[in-house]
């Protein structure tokens, strides 16, 4: 399930950031990176705390993956695409009536493309 962890510090500027994962619940202790959206430097988080489950994240949100251990993520083009397009995502998904209904949504646009 998607998971957010909210007014979290960011180990690149210092400030505080809602962080989300897209991926199986957000697990505490594993190693993260992200791109921090004030100085575009990619970092590193290890939650130490639980975080909540959501249907749309806060617009905003910092996107998380899960750490490849060679330094930057692996997926970094992909990651700042994702990380342009979410606001969007949330904006959408609030106005069809929730993420699930927007995967609906696509679904049925992808079996009428076929």
């Known amino acids: 399930m998607p998971s957010v962890l909210k007014h979290t510090a960011c180990t690149a500027c210092g400030h505080q950031h809602h962080f989300c994962y897209l991926g199986d619940d957000l697990t505490v202790g594993r190693e993260y990176e992200y791109l921090c959206p004030e100085t ?8 130490t705390a639980l975080a909540e489950i959501f249907r749309t994240p ?5 996107m998380l993956t899960a750490s490849s251990g060679s330094g930057l993520p692996e997926s970094e083009p992909a990651q700042e695409r994702l990380q342009k397009v979410l606001p969007e995502v949330s904006n959408l998904a609030a106005k069809v009536g929730g993420l699930d209904q927007l995967t609906k949504v696509v679904e049925t646009l992808k079996e009428t493309t076929e």
């Not at 575009?40 to 939650?47: E, S, V």
């Open 40 to 47: 575009a430097k990619h970092a590193r988080l290890r939650p």
């Open 58 to 62: 806060p617009q905003g949100a910092v």
